[in-house]
């Protein structure tokens, strides 16, 4: 068996997460990433006991070249006896509908096809059905750069997961130069995308300028450096995570069939204030409030709340509101 299967094996191994008659749906580009991560999955299928589906989204953004992506995923697939799905996106029009970046919209409609797609592979199997994306070692570093020039915490510069709810990363640990190495190895092909090639976006800017510089003209182990710091950050996260939790269970309430929550004054002070951060964080999930608007001057706004006099409060984005009672800090929608 390949050297680097036994690796990726050991991985999947560790994470413990998929198991004998689990099903995997590999998001299938073309690239050489995803060649290389369905082309190890189908040869160890029958050793893992799984099943391995594959589905192409062709973004229709990019003319002959798309085509060309699409008729060569499913010749793949169907050589290595894969069920191959493709599914077309109009990009362009929810971009336009949702006022969001290229970039943003194509991995929003993409991940929705791929949830669709798995979803009705449960329904059909009537197995536990894993998206497999083939975001290795060299994409990790350059999404913790990303994250720590846009100023996240602990969560961002921790970078992807291995597995993270019903999607797997096989390969987040593998570099790309090993699975170049496997490709060659194996005499597998692969198509390339051109916009990979250009630096329009802050993903390819990194990728292309900044991390090759790193590695070049600063330290040769750049990468797998950024890689520990964000082992290292991950850890933290889970750990402060824990924390909060704990506190939200036992110290908490959840009022108004979930639309709201209050937080003991009193015991929250006496935390230290990452601990306080974190509940604040946990609190808002319990409600369910999207944080992508949300930036770190609010929390902060939150965090001082806490030590003002009753009736004091915030105004915070999505209609949410903090205030104080008594000896507690309420967080609500205000409609």
């Not at 292309?208 to 330290?219: H, Q, S, Y």
């Not at 110290?251 to 974190?278: C, P, S, T, W």
């Not at 949300?294 to 004091?312: N, P």
């Amino acid at each position: 068996m390949d050297k680097l299967i036994n690796e990726v094996l050991k991985r999947i191994r560790k994470e413990a997460v998929l198991r004998a008659g689990d099903a995997v749906l590999v998001g299938f580009s073309g690239g050489a990433d995803s060649v290389c991560l369905l082309d190890m999955l189908a040869s160890v299928r029958r050793l893992l006991k799984i099943e391995v589906y594959a589905m192409h989204i062709n973004h229709q953004l990019r003319g002959d070249e798309a085509e060309r992506d699409e008729l060569f995923c499913r010749e793949f697939a169907r050589e290595a006896a894969v069920d191959f799905t493709c599914k077309r996106l109009d990009v362009l029009s929810y971009q336009e509908e949702k006022k969001l970046s290229l970039e943003e919209a194509a991995r929003i409609l993409r991940y929705d096809a791929l949830e669709q797609r798995q979803k009705e592979l449960s329904l059909a199997t009537g197995k536990k059905v894993w998206i497999a994306t083939a975001h290795h070692a060299d994409d990790q570093a350059e999404t913790i750069l990303m994250n720590m020039l846009r100023g996240s915490g602990l969560k961002g510069m921790g970078g992807m997961r291995p597995a993270r709810d019903c999607i797997l990363r096989p390969l987040l640990g593998i570099g790309k130069k090993d699975i170049l190495a496997y490709i060659e190895r194996n005499s597998l092909s692969y198509v390339t995308d051109s916009t990979n090639l250009c630096n329009d976006y802050t993903r390819n800017k990194i990728r292309n300028e900044i991390l090759p510089v790193l590695n070049r003209d600063v330290n040769t182990r750049a990468s797998e450096h950024i890689n520990s710091i964000g082992d290292i950050c991950r850890e933290a996260d889970d750990y402060f995570t824990r924390i909060a939790r704990e506190y939200i269970e036992n110290e908490a309430e959840i009022l108004e069939d979930g639309r709201a929550i209050l937080l003991n004054q009193n015991v929250l002070k006496e935390k230290d204030k990452i601990i306080r951060r974190y509940v604040i964080i946990e609190g808002l999930r319990s409600l369910n409030i999207p944080l992508k608007d949300w930036g770190e001057r609010h929390f902060e706004d939150i965090d001082a709340l806490l030590f003002m006099s009753k009736g004091a409060h915030v105004d915070l984005p999505g209609k949410i509101m903090a205030e104080n009672k008594y000896k507690e800090t309420i967080i609500y929608n205000k409609f």
